[in-house]
């Protein structure tokens, strides 16, 4: 599928719900009173260092969306905050895709590494990063939610 990346602003935030909803991520911590928005209006107002973007298929449609925290990582590798594939479109390349161009911009921006981390719980997606080149460099416990783990994850991009 030929996909194009779309800025998304503080406007587009609502829109970020549907497409996490149907995914262990959203049943953990996005379905009580905390929502995906919510996670996602913390990156904003913008101050330069929170990013939104949404893959766009040639029908326009919002196939995933992911939240890119600059420097988010010690102040020094970009971190990716969330990525979310919406569920009619998973399975399909779309979320590799996405981590490509989350990639290229650390390379545009002379980064050494990529970062990002993944509960414990979601098995699949750890796999999903492991097979695009991530390495688990530790594992926090207790890190957003009590009893809830957090493996750390670099990818070397040079
Ligand atoms: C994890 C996720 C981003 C992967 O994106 P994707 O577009 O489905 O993935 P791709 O098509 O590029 O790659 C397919 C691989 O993703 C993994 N995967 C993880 N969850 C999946 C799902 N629900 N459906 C299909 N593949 C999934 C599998 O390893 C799959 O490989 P396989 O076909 O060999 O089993 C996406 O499935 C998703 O949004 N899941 C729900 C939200 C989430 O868990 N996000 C990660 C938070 S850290």
Redesign the pocket.
């Known amino acids: 599928m030929e996909l194009h990346l779309k800025q998304g602003y503080y406007k587009d935030i609502r829109a970020c719900d549907e ?2 909803r ?5 049943e953990r911590y996005f379905s009580g009173s905390y929502r995906t928005e919510d996670y996602i209006r913390s990156y904003f107002p913008d101050d330069g260092r929170g990013r939104l973007y949404f893959a766009m298929t040639p029908r326009d449609e919002k196939a ?1 969306l992911m939240v890119i925290s600059r420097n988010g990582f010690t102040n020094e590798f970009h971190y ?1 905050a ?6 009619e ?11 490509k161009q989350f990639e290229q911009m650390g390379r545009e921006d002379g980064k050494r590494k990529a970062s ?4 414990d719980f ?1 098995v ?2 750890f ?3 492991k ?2 080149g991530y390495y688990e460099v530790g594992m926090i416990p207790d890190a957003l939610v009590d009893g809830i783990g957090e493996h750390l994850m670099l990818k070397d991009l040079t």
């Not at 149907?22 to 959203?26: I, K, Q």
């Open positions: 497409i996490a149907g995914s262990v991520l959203h995933g990716l969330l990525l979310c594939v919406k569920n479109f998973r399975g399909q390349g779309v979320g590799a895709w996405m981590l990002l981390t993944v509960s979601n699949r997606a796999e999903f990063y097979k695009n």
